[in-house]
């Protein structure tokens, strides 16, 4: 019969000690594959509301970006300073805020008269809100061809429940809303807004 060969105490100590480093290791590598994760599904999610859009433009009628989606793009958002752009989808809900900004229900298409609000999570698409200056041009393109272009007037930190965002609010704007602060990795009471209007309100072409 062939005997088992066992490990010296002191191997076995050593293993046991290694033990908790090892779980915190595999615990630390699957908290940043999930960290990781956010962002590349964010990322290619962006892909496929490129290519929805586009269609969207073409046939003249709103597209699903997958055959599942319980959401579709309305609209491109371009920041041309920071030369990035992202596609916004309908509604805020949180299922389409992990694909993309949201149109935010209940306010108006950006270019109609009110203020249009856009929201997006602070960590993947809106995070370059941070970047944005008073000054700054922001272009959105929406399904039906229009296009717009906003001029960022400032911004702003609010609580959620105290924004003073009116979306029937005499003239026409634009809020780009996010988590406050931007670096932040907890949930709180403050949003970031950013505030803008477009070029021709600045004439008097309103």
């Known amino acids: 019969m062939t005997r088992i060969a066992r490990l010296p105490r002191a191997a076995l100590r050593r293993l046991a000690s290694l033990a908790p480093?090892?779980?915190?290791?595999a615990v630390g590598l699957a908290l940043c594959a999930q960290g990781l994760w956010i962002p590349a599904k964010a990322?290619?999610?962006q892909v496929l509301l490129e290519r929805a859009f586009e269609r969207s433009l073409a046939t003249g009628r709103p597209v699903k970006p997958w055959?599942?989606?319980?959401?579709?793009?309305?609209a491109r958002i371009t920041f041309?300073?920071?030369?990035?752009?992202?596609?916004?989808?309908?509604?805020?809900s949180g299922q389409a805020l992990a694909f993309g900004p949201g149109?935010?229900?209940?306010?108006?298409?950006?270019?109609?008269?009110?203020?249009?609000?856009?929201?997006?999570?602070?960590?993947?698409?809106?995070?370059?809100?941070g970047q944005v200056k008073a000054g700054d041009v922001i272009e959105v393109e929406r399904i039906d061809g229009r296009e717009v272009q906003f001029r960022v007037a400032g911004a702003q930190v609010v609580r959620w429940d105290?924004?003073?965002?009116?979306?029937?609010r005499p003239g026409r704007a634009l809020a780009l809303a996010t988590c406050w602060p931007l670096d932040a990795k907890t949930h709180g009471p403050l949003r970031y807004l950013v505030w803008a209007r477009?070029?021709?309100?600045?004439?008097?072409?309103?």
């Open 43 to 45: 990322a290619l999610a």
């Open 21 to 25: 480093a090892a779980l915190t290791v």
């Open 103 to 129: 149109h935010v229900a209940g306010t108006p298409k950006a270019g109609d008269r009110g203020t249009a609000v856009y929201a997006a999570h602070r960590d993947t698409h809106f995070a370059l809100l």
């Open 198 to 206: 477009p070029w021709k309100d600045e004439v008097g072409e309103a």
């Open 67 to 74: 055959p599942w989606a319980d959401t579709w793009p309305v």
């Open 162 to 168: 105290a924004s003073g965002v009116d979306p029937h």
């Open 80 to 92: 041309p300073r920071l030369d990035r752009s992202v596609i916004v989808l309908d509604g805020a």
